[in-house]
C-alpha cells in the first residue's frame, strides 16, 4: 500500500524499496512488542508532497508502549540475548529513512513517524549526465561510470567472452 500511494512521487526502485521495508519493520514492531499474542490494532497515516518530495508515514499501534523511547535499543539488546528476535528493526527503520521519531507510553502504545525525502535529480539524470561528460573525454566520468557498471560489464564480457574463459 506505502508503494503505491508514493508512486505520486515518482521515486526510484531503491527509493521504494527503502520505504516498504522501514514500514514493514514498524508494522512488525507494533504486532511484535505492541501486541504479543493479543489481538489489536495498528494504524497507518500516510502523506505525500509532490512540491517537497516527501513521504511521511506514521504506524500507530495502542499496545504495550516503551518505557523509555529514547533507548529503544535496549528491546534489541534484550530480544539478542534471549534469542527472539534479530533486534534489527528500529536499525532498518534508520538506514532507510531520514528521519525517526518515535513516541510512546506504557499501557497506551506507540507511533513511529518516518520521513523520506526523494532525490531532486534522479538516479538516470546523473547517469545520462556521467555518460555525456564521457563522450566529451572526461576520464573521471568514463572511470566513474565503469566502477558503477562493474557488474554489468563483467556480465558483458563473461556473455562475449565464454569460449576464452
Known amino acids: 500500500m506505502a508503494a503505491v500511494f508514493m508512486s505520486r512521487l515518482d521515486p526510484t526502485l531503491e527509493e521504494t524499496q527503502d520505504v516498504k521495508t522501514a514500514v514493514s519493520e514498524a508494522v512488525?514492531?507494533?504486532?511484535?512488542?505492541?501486541?504479543?499474542?493479543?489481538?489489536?490494532?495498528i494504524f497507518m497515516d500516510m502523506t505525500a508532497d509532490p512540491a517537497e518530495k516527501t513521504l511521511t508515514v506514521c504506524i500507530t499501534d495502542t499496545g504495550a508502549g516503551i518505557a523509555d523511547v529514547k533507548k529503544p535499543w535496549s528491546l534489541c539488546i534484550q530480544q539478542i540475548q534471549q534469542g527472539e528476535?534479530?533486534?534489527?528493526?528500529?536499525?532498518?527503520?534508520?538506514?532507510?529513512?531520514?528521519?525517526?521519531?518515535?513516541?510512546?507510553?506504557?499501557?497506551?502504545?506507540?507511533?513511529?513517524t518516518m520521513k523520506k525525502t526523494y532525490w531532486k535529480v534522479s538516479l538516470m539524470d546523473e547517469t545520462l549526465k556521467t555518460i555525456e561528460l564521457a563522450?566529451?573525454?572526461?576520464?573521471?566520468?568514463?572511470?566513474?561510470?565503469?566502477?558503477d557498471n562493474l557488474g554489468l560489464v563483467w556480465s558483458i564480457v563473461k556473455t562475449l567472452c565464454r569460449p576464452w574463459i
Open 85 to 112: 528476535r534479530s533486534g534489527m528493526g528500529f536499525s532498518f527503520m534508520e538506514a532507510f529513512m531520514d528521519e525517526v521519531i518515535v513516541e510512546s507510553e506504557p499501557e497506551k502504545g506507540t507511533a513511529v
Open 135 to 147: 563522450h566529451q573525454g572526461d576520464k573521471a566520468a568514463r572511470d566513474r561510470l565503469v566502477t
Open 28 to 41: 512488525t514492531n507494533a504486532i511484535i512488542h505492541g501486541y504479543g499474542k493479543e489481538a489489536g490494532e
